[in-house]
């Protein structure tokens, strides 16, 4: 994945689980634990291949 676009995925997501608004989603604790896994895992990703 290229950096440019990790970097996006990252910033969306992180818009959506950082959002003020998460809570009118009405997600399960299990999806919105996921969408975290998810959004620490890209990050882990970007660390390791740009930092």
Do not use: F, P, Q
């Amino acid at each position: 994945m290229e950096k440019i676009e990790l970097l996006s995925r990252i910033r969306k997501l992180s818009s959506v689980v950082h959002g003020s608004d998460l809570a009118e989603y009405n997600l399960a604790d299990e999806s919105i634990a996921e969408m975290h896994r998810v959004l620490d895992e890209l990050s882990e990703k970007y660390i390791s291949a740009y930092c």
